[in-house]
């Protein structure tokens, strides 16, 4: 791929964001992620990936994996990225992520990745496969925003660690090799930051549980989704009020209020006097509709893969040429030969 310049409102801030292409995202990812991707778009240069090579830490069939990607894809697209607006592609077809990882690998330390509380799960979920990329991975995430000089990195809270050891990693290059990466700062929303497990709250909702009640999954249908809540796991109060030791009912308050945007003193109001049931029947209803138009858009994006591959390559050429002057940069300042 050649070098050219990329137009690039340089007046406005850089968000770059990734999501893995593990399985149909989850309420939890959408509340607490790609929701807030999409009003993002007007006031920031906004860069979206499907992480593919994050994806590779766990074993995957590969034509399963290749298919998922794609469906991934469209899925962004269906909740409201736009790939005129911004620039949406898949991680392993922009080598530079891959190529800057290695140089930010020299600068961060065993002990840090030991330290990785996702790390430490995913070895214990994986005991037969605790591969170098598992160890690895919060390099390649660090290369991910750092390629692109983000400002700012919207994610959930389990990513807070993650992005924490990027900015160390950027400010220990910048001390090394003088000025170069930006420091990203992590944003991330106030409610629905950490949507929980419906049939274990107090652990969160992964697309990766192998309990299928336990996570709504953003295309499931109308009848699902309310069955889903109906069998969600409460307590044996009656009331709905958000309160210690109420780790059902809090998880579906918040995603009430993320649904319908009350807050959570209307939400006690609102179901005052009634019990449990009505306010499962409710939550499902609002999520079911609130999710209605991606389900429909995706249908129609899937449905026409010519053009997901057109907006894909696209992504990709814009994304390597912005990422190639940045690694440029670091690859002279690290010392590395110009052979341009
Ligand atoms: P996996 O189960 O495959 O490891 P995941 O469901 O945790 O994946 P990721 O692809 O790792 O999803 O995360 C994508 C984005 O969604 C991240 O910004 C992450 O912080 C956010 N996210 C994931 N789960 C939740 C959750 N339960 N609540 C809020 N945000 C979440
Ligand atoms: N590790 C993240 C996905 C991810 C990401 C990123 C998020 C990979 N690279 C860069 C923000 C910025 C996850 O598991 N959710």
């Known amino acids: 791929m050649a070098e050219s310049n990329e137009a690039i409102n340089t007046t406005k801030k850089v968000i770059f ?5 593990t399985g149909v995202f989850t309420l939890g990812n959408y509340l607490g992620a790609i929701k807030n991707w999409g009003p993002l778009q007007d006031e920031y240069n906004c860069i979206y990936s499907i992480v593919d090579e994050h994806a590779l830490t766990v074993k995957r069939d590969p034509a399963t994996f ?5 469906e991934c894809y469209a899925l962004l697209l269906a909740c409201g990225l736009d790939p005129e607006k911004s620039i949406v592609f898949i991680q392993s077809h922009n080598p530079n992520h891959a190529q800057l990882s290695w140089i930010l690998s020299c600068c961060t330390q065993f002990g840090e990745l030991t330290r990785m509380t996702q790390f430490k799960d995913k ?8 591969n170098a990329g598992l160890f690895t991975y919060p390099v390649l995430m660090a ?11 919207p994610i959930g809270e389990d990513q807070k660690q993650h992005l924490e050891l990027a900015r160390n990693i950027a400010v220990r290059f910048n001390q090394r090799y003088g000025d170069m990466f930006t420091v ?60 210690e030791g109420k780790d059902g009912i809090n998880n579906l308050m918040t995603i009430y209020s993320c649904v319908t945007g009350k807050n959570m003193d209307e939400i006690e109001s609102e179901f005052s006097g009634k019990g449990y049931g009505d306010f499962k029947l409710a939550v499902g209803e609002a999520v079911a509709d609130s999710l209605e138009p991606v389900r429909t858009e995706y249908a129609k994006l899937i449905a026409d893969k010519a053009y ?33």
Not at 123 to 130: A, E, F, L, M, R
Not at 143 to 153: C, E, G, K, P, W
Request: glycine share 4%; with cysteine; net charge positive.
């Open 308 to 340: 997901l591959k057109q907006c894909y390559t696209d992504g990709a050429q814009r994304a390597f040429r912005l990422s190639n002057k940045i690694l440029t940069k670091a690859s002279r300042k690290v010392g590395f030969v110009d052979y341009r």
């Open 17 to 21: 964001s990734g999501i893995q292409p």
């Open 184 to 243: 990203p700062d992590a944003y991330i929303p106030k409610t629905g930051a950490r949507i929980k497990s419906l049939q274990d709250p107090t652990k969160k909702m992964s697309k990766s549980d192998d309990n299928p009640n336990a996570c709504i999954l953003i295309l499931d249908d109308k009848d699902t989704i309310i069955r889903k809540f109906k069998r969600a796991v409460t307590d044996s109060d009656t009331e709905v009020r958000y309160a």
């Open 66 to 70: 290749r298919k998922q990607t794609i």
């Open 123 to 130: 070895s214990q979920k994986h005991p037969d496969d605790v």
């Open 143 to 153: 290369a991910d925003i750092l390629v692109y000089n983000a400002d700012l990195v």
